[in-house]
């Protein structure tokens, strides 16, 4: 077990609606990166979260937004949904420093939208 | 053309075999290159990570070809245990952002 954790498991939600998915990052770490898997892809990168900032984003649109929180657990938001926004979505938690350390990623939320 | 290519396969592999897949990355300025393994439904595990000189972990061997841009995996005496998704992984020069290729599903069979 990496100690990362995410809920919910699994979540239904339909076109239109919004949705919180929430990440606890391993105990020592302060960076949490985001994630989305579509079925039968690889993951892509959302946004990445340290010391509470924004730390880079991927081509997702704004209705993607997230949070970190002092104990450097996240959150990833998503507003309006989407049909194409069914997916696995991970977080990852690392300690950020020189060199770049090891991503662990938590178990996932898998999002349904109908 | 995306960042990063795999075959996606299914690579039916006899138990024993040896099995060897590549992937290739487009970005040249790519620092750090990474085998990660991803069970059905379960989240990605790192497998390795892939240094210029190549480097082994047990039945595991990893290349990186700078040149070439391309990363390789090979297992050697292949266990049903290693039937899983093996996803290619690529971190950038600037921040943290690791670039999955769309993984090679390999299937040991008895």
């Known amino acids: 077990e990496t100690g990362v954790t995410q809920s919910p498991t699994h979540l239904i939600k339909t076109r239109g609606q919004q949705v919180t998915l929430r990440c606890s990052s391993q105990?020592?770490?302060?960076?949490v990166s985001w994630y989305q898997q579509a079925l039968g892809q690889g993951p892509q990168f959302i946004f990445q979260?340290?010391?509470?900032?924004?730390?880079g984003r991927g081509n997702f649109p704004p209705r993607f937004s997230g949070l970190q929180f002092p104990n450097y657990s996240s959150e990833l938001n998503v507003n309006a949904l989407e049909l194409d926004d069914s997916a696995l979505y991970l977080c990852?938690?690392?300690?950020?420093?020189?060199?770049?350390?090891?991503?662990?990623f938590g178990p996932g939320t898998r999002l349904t939208v109908l | 053309r995306k960042e990063v290519e795999q075959d996606p396969g299914p690579f039916n592999v006899p138990e024993g075999a040896t099995v060897a897949f590549n992937c290739t990355y487009s970005n040249s300025a790519s620092q750090s290159f990474f085998w990660y393994r991803q069970d059905c439904r379960k989240e990605p595990k790192l497998l390795m990570s892939v240094y210029s000189s190549g480097n082994e972990d047990g039945r595991f061997t990893a290349q990186l070809n700078r040149a070439s841009q391309y990363i390789s995996l090979l297992i050697r005496d292949s266990k049903l245990s290693d039937s899983a998704t093996y996803l290619c992984v690529v971190r950038g020069a600037a921040g943290n952002k690791l670039t999955f290729g769309g993984g090679t599903r390999v299937l040991v069979k008895p």
């Open positions: 105990s020592g770490h302060n960076t």
């Open positions: 990852a938690s690392s300690f950020e420093g020189l060199p770049p350390r090891e991503q662990f």
């Open positions: 979260y340290y010391r509470e900032e924004e730390n």
